[in-house]
């Protein structure tokens, strides 16, 4: 007798386990091409083992997840892992997660057994003393359905739970670098932050041209012409930017190639200069 994997969706093989007081197993192997990797036949061999088989065909559900596939996409929102092949043993009264790759027989028939136990104590645990009123039994199609529905909000709801507790890390994780800041800003100083200013001009009616002056201690002063303004105008305003002495600046440009624009510069416009549609000056 092989052993068979349920075929069906994660959700169905959730309600059906739950339906019938069995413990779910979900193996998680890398995907292939034909669906038949090594970690699935290493699955199916050890599950066809004689201490295994019994076990599992009588008291387990078990289904196969393949990465890359939209349901191993779902499982791995409730259960992330990178490894596999990988087994869970799932059931309200507690998870278990192995790590398929060589492990023994008996280890594995011994974490079942310990589940399976869960599940009966769950089971004994939530029987009422009294008989319960019978239900009547929905058509077929109503009770899949219903089951469907209950099913994605039970998954929904434990997706919003594990956002909230992410919600939660992150939260402290910031206030973390927080205190991380204040304690290096006490040792070592706060670190100083360079200002960049925009000085506004005089509008013009067009403004092709787009100068940004940079000062050998850092600071930047950005400033609109027209391509047809001479040069002497744009070195007036940056000796007034600056706050230096009219002929005491020295600006030159580093592209194509550095050189410093002198006097003889002063005639030309923006445009002559190459410095249109913008520049930097240093």
């Known amino acids: 007798m092989a052993h068979e994997w349920f075929d069906g969706t994660l959700v169905r093989a959730s309600a059906q386990a739950t339906r019938q007081n069995r413990l779910l197993i979900a193996c998680i192997v890398a ?12 699955l199916e061999q050890l599950f066809s083992q004689p201490q295994i088989l019994p076990v599992v065909s009588s008291r387990c559900l078990c289904i196969l997840l393949e990465t890359g596939t939209e349901q191993a996409a779902i499982f791995a929102k409730l259960f992330p892992s990178n490894t596999t092949p990988t087994i869970y043993l799932i059931h309200s009264s507690g998870n278990t997660m192995l790590a398929a ?8 028939l011994e974490h079942i057994q310990t589940r399976l136990a869960a599940v009966d104590s769950a089971d004994k ?33 434990m997706l919003v739970k594990r956002r909230q507790q ?21 040792v070592h100083g706060r670190t100083k932050i360079i200002q960049t200013e925009t000085v ?15 000062a050998s201690n850092g ?18 305003y940056a000796e007034s930017a600056f706050e230096m002495p009219a002929g005491k600046l020295e600006i030159g440009v580093s592209f194509p190639q550095r050189k410093v624009l002198d006097s003889s510069a002063d005639a030309l416009t923006l445009a002559q200069l190459g410095l249109v549609p913008s520049a930097t000056l240093f």
């Open 219 to 236: 600071t930047t002063k950005t400033a609109d012409f027209t391509r047809d303004t001479p040069f002497t105008e744009v070195r007036a």
């Open 125 to 157: 645990e939530s029987k009422p003393d009294i008989a319960a009123t019978p239900l009547p039994t929905p058509a077929p199609a109503a009770a899949e359905k219903h089951l469907d529905a209950h099913e994605a909000e039970r998954y929904r709801r």
């Open 101 to 108: 790759d060589n492990i023994e027989v008996e280890t594995l």
């Open 166 to 186: 992410d919600a939660q890390r992150l939260r402290l994780v910031r206030e973390d670098m927080k205190e991380d800041r204040k304690t290096y800003e006490m």
């Open 31 to 42: 995907g292939s091409d034909d669906g038949n990797s090594q970690e699935k036949q290493t």
């Open 200 to 214: 506004p001009v005089k509008a013009r009616e067009t403004k092709a041209a787009r100068l940004q002056f940079r």
